[in-house]
């Protein structure tokens, strides 16, 4: 293993001791199943908003966005708009409110707002499949992190992450996750920012410039393994070695590729040598110039996938049950509001380093462009533009521990939500089910996560902010702000946003997209999905209007009123 | 002192309270008004159950006297009481015609006087206790029950005590609505009655009609009632107080256009009006008044009650706290044998905090002692009307009943008639702090709750106010994020242009979206924040 691997694995484990000491701290504090759940309503609003922060900045934030940046340019500046728009998504429609319904989950608030069981129990289902589909790539992204900073093997890196994550879990319960949120947040920042800061130092010096119709060059010579099928393109003739299969063809030599799209099947072997434009996956702008300008890109329906996919993010993050879930540490609807707006103040700003690492990334890391391993650009950065040394080492080890930062606190927070829900609505029990009920709720995600091939960031985040948008968004904002809703209509637009867009999931993960149109729903399904949900909630309920729960209005009014009426009523 | 306290932080407190309601109106939109006048008609219905509460028997009769002052749903309810005695005053009915012009008079007179007696009216009833010589002449004359005439004719001369001695006498119907009215409209004048709001709220009524003006009085019942409520619960007696507070302010917007306009319009309102005025003291009146002795009671009830009720506060313990008060009083009474009016005033505000305060812990007691008190009383009642310190002391004495506490506090004597003593103790927590707080939210809150037209007025204008704001934020973002896209991709110009030498999608999408995006919603909690601020203030006030 070289020295960066070990600086990196380093990194990582002092992220994990430091993270079980914060946590152990917070486990004296613990001593009540309420502190478990919702950490006693004593968390200030910087600790939560930082805690909150940190358990949305996942791996997606921390290395989608970047890779992101690298592959699609301008036009991938959308995406961390949409997910920072669903938190004023968030404070708009569902934050103070949330609050005050008392609810801790989505079911609880099922319950609370339309007093079904039988919607209790579809929400618990579709908590479930959310949450596991959110920790499957967060648990593949700590594989990755630990393939791409060590020699190690990708099943280690997901079962390494996994196990710290349900012993932080296990051991502490929220209260503990909370500080150790708000405490990976600042480090994942921190992360972020420094590196940044050294690239840019020779970046300013650098004589090269984005500004050129020329695709990237290969800064060294580099071996490209294709584990999936692939579509690469190129502006430029380019000249490789190839031993594999090539547009259908079996080659295993030197290649000359021309302008144009080559397709090249999983287990090729591809070797560039150094100063040689780098062929792009196909669909992402291939010159610098095109990268630099939006729309240039030679995807289908480009247009409708950014509005897709703005929907998805900011309508899909009140969904998330690890989100929803913070806003009951907070004391009051007021207090939710605020921390929903600092929430926004640091995730924005983390997202703009986000972005400028994305496009330095561009300039020193051209080479992901190839292997379709864009995501890890950001791990990949320190080494690529500093060189060997120790100072490149340390920073390598810096955003190691800011991704096992970025893996840990969303997968936490996720089985805190998902491990809650079970507890709640599955077991029924006592605190010490707790500690099972997080067991279970990890273990599947990463028996998935061991077994499935991994893919991008950018593909299988939205499609999970398009299930929780297609779903939760519906149910929340009709149930605060629309006293007509019932249960069964609420009922049937979740199973009806629900279905459709898990279905879409599904093809999109296992299945080999169709062209045009269809293959942009399934590939961006919100965009159909939440309309879907909107309206099939909206007129099943006016069909069932005389089910229509007979104290709405007294229970729309505890949501909207302010606490200082005394209206609502927080549970132990 | 605590009693003066009492007393004038009530006239200044409700001053604020009317001024502040009036401006929030003004401030907000024109539904506010609305939205006022239908907490007043709830409050009139509220306060008509905390009757209801204390006299079930009277409360047929009470009802259908309330019933035509309507208007002053919770004046009529205590005026039902003072009206079973009545029957005996009716000579005074008939009177009451002639006296309630003289009222007005009187009652702008005293409404000055209250004003400047908040504080003396309390003690007033004190010192009348004291002084009962010097207050005894004055008040001797109105204490007959026809008194209530003489007392007309004195008060006319000593406006104030005139009102008090009114509402003894009158009986029954002109004293007693005077009664409270002046209470009232001391209150009202004293506090708020500069207070255009609640000035303008009982004007507007006023003109209108009569019930509409007795109707603004109704919410003084109101306040008792909400007071009452507070009473009722465990803290009763912080959130009496704070009702009372409440009430006094209230009252005291409101009713100075009802007495007026009573004393104008109302033979018929007589009858309400006396119950105004025996409606404070009155409700053990009325429970007093079944009995009719209760009548002349009522209004000696109600002076002693005044005195009592803000000594009772003020002082915790009752005997010292009457002698306390007396002295405190004392001065002030002596300040103001005009007091006499005072304490008319006084003695119906405190009256309503006293019903209030009976309605909760002393309610039943007092239903039925009142009753039998107030029939000593109504002979005092009588007498008192002339002579309300000395005779309600008398009274109170005479009584016995209240027991020793009662002759310390007279006062409180014919106020709690029934149980008082204790409601005298507890009472004075409740008056001193946590009235405003506590006891305005619960009713305002109930009423919200209980889906009454008001409460479901107030929800919906929430909910709506705060749905137009999200949706006015909701719009400009989607404006934004929905024209954006579209525009990068129909005008490729805008993409190709620079600034300072970076491209405009990634000035704009890369770094100025973010600030734009926290702005807004930073901007949005500040205003939603507002609304349901507007709503709090609104339901509590």
Redesign the interface.
């Known amino acids: 293993m070289s020295t960066s691997g070990i600086v990196a694995l380093v990194g990582i484990g002092l992220v994990g001791v430091a993270s079980a000491v914060i946590g152990s701290i917070g486990v004296r504090v613990a001593r009540s199943t309420s502190d478990f759940l919702v950490a006693s309503r004593t968390v200030g609003p910087v600790a939560n908003a930082s805690a909150i922060s940190g358990e949305y900045l996942s791996a997606a934030s921390f290395l989608g966005i970047a890779g992101l940046i690298l592959r699609e340019g301008?036009d991938a500046?959308?995406f961390p708009?949409a997910f920072?728009?669903g938190?004023?998504?968030l404070?708009?429609?569902v934050a103070?409110p949330l609050r005050r319904s008392g609810a801790y989950t989505v079911p609880d608030f099922a319950v609370a707002r339309l007093g079904s069981d039988g919607l209790r129990r579809l929400c618990t289902v579709f908590v479930l499949v959310i949450g596991w589909l959110y920790l499957l790539p967060q648990l593949q992204g700590a594989g990755l992190a630990l393939t791409t900073l060590t020699a190690l093997p990708a099943w280690s890196g997901i079962a390494g992450a996994g196990l710290v994550v349900v012993l932080t879990v296990v051991g502490g319960g929220m209260r503990s996750i909370t500080f150790v949120q708000a405490f990976q947040y600042w480090l994942k920042l921190t992360a972020l920012v420094v590196p940044a800061v050294f690239v840019m130092g020779l970046f300013i010096s650098d004589t090269r410039s984005l500004e050129r119709d020329t695709a990237p060059d290969f800064r060294a010579e580099t071996t490209v393994d294709v584990r999936t099928d692939v579509v690469l393109q190129t502006p430029e003739p380019v000249t490789l070695i190839a031993d594999g299969t090539v547009d259908g063809v079996r080659v295993d030599g030197p290649t000359l590729w021309a302008p144009g799209r080559h397709e090249v099947d999983a287990g090729t072997e591809l070797r560039f040598a150094q100063g040689v434009p780098v062929p792009t996956v196909a669909g992402a702008p291939t010159t610098d110039r095109q990268w630099?300008?939006?729309?240039t890109g030679d995807a289908e329906y480009?247009?409708l996938g950014?509005?897709s996919v703005?929907i998805a993010g900011?309508l899909g993050t009140m969904g998330l049950p690890h989100v929803l879930v913070r806003f009951y540490t907070n004391p009051d609807g007021?207090a939710a509001?605020?921390t929903?707006?600092a929430v926004?103040?640091l995730i924005?700003?983390f997202?703009?380093v986000t972005?400028?690492v994305g496009?330095l990334s561009r300039l020193y890391t051209p080479e992901l462009l190839s292997t379709g391993q864009s995501d890890a650009a950001v791990l990949l950065i320190p080494a690529a533009a500093l060189g060997q040394g120790w100072t490149a080492w340390l920073l390598g080890g810096l955003v190691a521990a800011g991704t096992a930062a970025a893996f840990l606190s969303t997968s936490s927070g996720l089985v805190v939500s998902l491990a809650g829900v079970l507890f709640t609505d599955v077991l029924r029990g006592r605190w010490k089910d707790f500690r099972l009920a997080a067991l279970l709720s990890a273990v599947l995600p990463i028996a998935l996560a061991l077994s499935v091939t991994r893919l991008d960031f950018a593909l299988t985040v939205p499609l999970v902010f398009a299930v929780a948008a297609s779903t939760f968004c519906p149910l929340l904002v009709l149930g605060i702000?629309w006293r007509g809703l019932t249960a069964r209509g609420a009922a049937a637009g979740v199973l009806v946003g629900g279905v459709l867009s898990t279905a879409a999931v599904l093809a999109s993960l296992f299945a080999r997209l169709p062209a045009g149109l269809p293959g942009l729903v399934l590939y961006r399904p919100a965009i159909v999905t939440v309309p879907a949900a909107f309206l099939t909630m909206v007129i099943v309920s006016r069909f069932t209007r005389s089910q229509a729960p007979g104290d709405v209005?007294?229970l729309?009014?505890r949501l909207?009123?302010?606490e200082?009426?005394?209206?609502t009523h927080d549970r132990a | 002192v605590s009693t003066h306290v009492d007393g004038a932080p009530p006239s200044v407190a409700p001053g604020d309270p009317d001024d502040g309601e009036p401006p929030v109106p003004s401030a907000g939109m024109g539904s506010e008004w609305v939205r006022a006048e239908m907490q007043r008609r709830m409050a009139a219905n509220r306060s008509t159950r905390g009757r209801h509460a204390r006299a079930a028997e009277a409360a047929a009769a009470r009802r259908r006297d309330d019933d035509p002052p309507i208007t002053a749903a919770g004046l009529p309810r205590r005026v039902r009481p003072a009206r079973p005695a009545v029957p005996v005053p009716p000579p005074e009915p008939a009177s009451p015609a002639d006296l309630p012009e003289n009222y007005v008079p009187r009652h702008s007179v005293q409404t000055p006087g209250p004003a400047a007696e908040p504080a003396a009216p309390i003690s007033g009833p004190i010192p009348v206790m004291r002084p009962p010589a010097g207050r005894a002449p004055a008040r001797p004359a109105p204490a007959a029950p026809e008194s209530a005439r003489p007392a007309a004719a004195g008060l006319a001369p000593a406006g104030p005590a005139s009102t008090g001695p009114a509402p003894a006498a009158p009986a029954h119907d002109s004293a007693p609505a005077e009664a409270p009215d002046t209470g009232s409209t001391t209150g009202r004048r004293a506090h708020g009655a500069t207070a255009n709001g609640a000035g303008a709220n009982g004007a507007h009524r006023a003109p209108t009609d009569d019930g509409p003006v007795n109707r603004p009085s109704p919410p003084a019942g109101r306040l008792p009632v909400r007071r009452r409520r507070g009473s009722g619960p465990g803290t009763p007696l912080q959130a009496g107080d704070e009702p009372s507070g409440a009430s006094w302010t209230r009252p005291g917007t409101i009713v100075p256009p009802d007495p007026a306009r009573r004393l104008g319009a109302p033979p018929e309102a007589l009858g309400a009006t006396p119950p105004w005025g025996p409606p404070t003291a009155s409700p053990p009146r009325g429970v007093a008044a079944p009995v009719r002795p209760a009548d002349g009671p009522p209004t000696g009830t109600p002076q002693a009650p005044g005195p009592e009720a803000v000594t009772v506060r003020a002082p915790a313990a009752p005997a010292p706290g009457t002698r306390t008060d007396g002295t405190a009083d004392a001065p002030e009474a002596p300040s103001a044998p005009a007091d006499a009016e005072a304490p008319v005033e006084v003695p119906a505000e405190t009256t309503d905090e006293i019903t209030d305060e009976i309605p909760g812990g002393v309610m039943d007691t007092p239903t039925a002692p009142h009753p039998v008190v107030a029939g000593q009383r109504a002979t005092l009642s009588g007498r008192v009307v002339g002579v309300p310190l000395p005779r309600t002391s008398d009274h109170t004495r005479i009584p016995a009943r209240p027991v020793a506490p009662r002759p310390v506090t007279p006062r409180n004597i014919p106020v709690i008639g029934t149980a008082p003593p204790e409601p005298g103790s507890t009472r004075v927590r409740v008056v001193l702090s946590e009235r405003k707080g506590v006891a305005r939210p619960v009713r305002t809150i109930k009423e919200v709750q209980e889906g009454t037209p008001v409460g479901e007025l107030l929800r919906r204008d929430l909910i709506r106010s705060q749905m137009r704001v999200t949706l006015r934020f909701a719009a400009l973002t989607l404006l934004v994020l929905g024209v954006l896209p579209a525009v990068f991709a129909m005008l490729p110009v805008v993409g190709h242009a620079r600034v300072l030498g970076v491209g405009v999608p990634w000035v704009v999408l890369g770094i100025l979206m973010y600030p734009f995006l926290v702005g807004l919603a930073w901007r949005y909690t500040r205003v939603a924040e507002r609304v349901e601020q507007n709503f709090a203030d609104h339901v509590q006030d």
């Open positions: 301008a500046l959308w708009i920072t728009t938190y004023l998504a404070v708009l429609f103070a630099l300008e939006m729309g480009e247009l950014i509005y703005l900011a007021r509001r605020r929903t707006v926004l103040a924005g700003g997202y703009i972005v400028l496009v702000w209005d007294a729309l009014l909207h009123a302010p200082r009426l005394g209206l």
